[in-house]
């Protein structure tokens, strides 16, 4: 790992950015639309040319370069702000004090992400859990409504950030251990290791509505062993639920009217967006809340994140979630 210190590359020693003391995690993010691969020769200079367009961003306020960290094609790992310091790149005030950002020098026009930037975001997110981050792993659109830092560099992340030439599990036969990351689901998982996600779900007794949470170890079964037919999957009513939503619900603890919102609750709780405690059926105001952050999430503003659901909305919930929508 070759660590590129703001003095090196050419910036103040110390950023003026807001100190850090905790954070829950990191947030990966990249440029944008376009970057043009270059010679290392010609990446500090780059980086000061992204730390001069932050600072010239008057509406933003930057007060220093936005990112904790920068990583080249290279793989070499470029000092933004630092650790222990506040990130100005999220998008939320909320994401900036939990998590640091770390910003691959690439863009959509790049291709495919080489080994050695994926190596070298490996390096920056140890190196910022060294440093005292979370766990926590995400990209940048998790945090506000973006495509950052695209759909290829996403899926790295989902997987959990992989440092390139890792171990995969056996090819054919025999069982492996996984453990499960943040924004981790069964169905991800099973094709990322290429094992069809029921049978992952049978290997560990796990049942409808398929919460796994992040930290469980799971035992992951060898490609060659017989498939489990698919356990049927939970079916929501759009119409019953949305009854449910406009409808005062009873007292906790009483029956409930419709037992399809625990479901949903399930599946809101495993997003984090509700405490389990509350997935108790009732479709009450704290579910409602909820559902309304998972909107955002979407992209939706305005009436159309109001929280109560929608068809499009719970059938993205569903299919990540492991239930199926029905009128």
């Known amino acids: 790992m070759e660590f590129v210190s ?10 003026p950015a807001a100190a850090l003391t905790t954070a829950r ?22 980086v000061r040319s992204v730390r001069a367009s932050h600072l010239a961003n ?3 306020g930057y007060v220093d370069i936005a990112y904790n960290l920068l990583v080249c094609q290279h793989g070499s790992m470029f000092e933004g702000r630092g650790a222990k310091k506040r990130s100005g790149a999220n998008g939320t005030t909320t994401a900036n004090a939990n998590h640091y950002a770390v910003c691959a ?26 440093r005292g981050a979370g766990t926590q792993l995400t ?24 440092r390139p030439g890792g171990s995969t599990p056996p090819a054919t036969g025999g069982t492996t251990t996984y453990t499960v990351k943040s924004g981790d689901t069964l169905s991800g998982i099973g094709q ?36 489990t037919p698919a356990p ?4 929501v009513s759009l119409a019953r639920l949305v009854a449910a939503a406009r409808t005062d619900p009873p007292k906790q603890g009483t029956p409930v009217s419709y037992a399809g919102a625990r479901t949903v609750e399930e599946a809101l709780a495993a997003e984090g967006l509700l405490n389990r405690s509350l997935a108790d059926g009732h479709f009450g105001t704290a579910t409602i809340s909820a559902y309304a952050a998972w909107q955002r999430k979407l992209g939706y503003t305005g009436r159309d994140a109001d929280g109560i659901p929608g068809k499009a909305s719970l059938q993205k919930l569903g299919a990540k979630r492991g239930f199926d929508v029905t009128n």
């Not at 050419?10 to 950023?15: E, H, I, K, T, V």
């Not at 994926?118 to 060294?130: E, F, M, P, S, V």
């Not at 049978?199 to 062993?225: E, S």
């Open 25 to 46: 995690g990191v947030a990966v993010h990249w440029l944008g639309a376009t970057y043009t691969p270059r010679a290392h020769t010609q990446c500090a200079a780059y």
């Open 105 to 130: 020098l690439w863009a959509k026009n790049s291709g495919e992400a080489p080994a050695a930037l994926l190596g070298g975001l490996r390096d920056a997110i140890d190196y910022l859990r060294q």
């Open 232 to 235: 049927a999957r939970p079916k």
């Open 192 to 227: 990322r290791l290429g094992v069809k996600w029921h049978d992952i779900a049978t290997a560990n007794k796990i049942t409808a509505p398929y919460v796994i949470r992040p930290g469980q170890r799971l035992a992951i079964p060898g490609k060659g062993k017989p498939s």
């Open 58 to 60: 008057k509406a933003e």
């Open 139 to 162: 990209g940048h659109r998790d945090h506000r409504a973006t495509e950052c830092p695209g759909d290829a560099l996403y899926a790295w992340v989902r997987a959990g950030a992989p």
């Open 6 to 15: 703001r003095a090196q590359w050419g910036a103040p020693a110390s950023s």
